[in-house]
């Protein structure tokens, strides 16, 4: 059972950058996506970045070219990069994985994956 643990959210002010991290433990080898998801207050999850254990990456169009998902996999974290944060970029933020063999399959679609943290909060003040 693969478990999940998000970290790095807070308050950030416009314009400013934040790292989030998800510690993922009892991976038992094999390729995989991961992915990152974000829910603002009174809208449903959205996904935000994806990443392949072949490295292949895949983003939003409102995070595109701000965010970047990266993981590493000696510490067995995922991390993704947040850069020139908006008010709009405000929301919990979750990750999110599942096995998968090929890259193709990573998706923004919150059903199919297996394996979910518990969220970290990210505030973006203007």
């Known amino acids: 059972q693969v478990q999940l643990v998000e970290s790095g959210g807070g308050s950030v002010q416009a314009g400013g950058s934040a790292t989030l991290s998800c510690a993922a433990s009892?991976?038992?080898?094999?390729?995989?996506?991961m992915a990152w998801f974000r829910q603002a207050p009174g809208k449903g999850r959205e996904g935000v970045a994806n990443i392949h254990s072949d490295g292949t990456t895949s983003y939003s169009d409102s995070v595109k070219g701000r965010f970047t998902i990266s993981d590493d996999n000696a510490k067995n974290t995922l991390y993704l990069r947040m850069s020139g944060l908006k008010p709009e970029d405000t929301a919990t933020y979750y990750c999110a994985a599942r096995y998968a063999i090929l890259a193709f399959s990573c998706t923004f679609r919150t059903a199919w994956y297996n394996y979910w943290g518990q969220g970290t909060q990210v505030t973006v003040s203007s």
């Open positions: 009892g991976y038992t080898g094999g390729r995989y996506c």
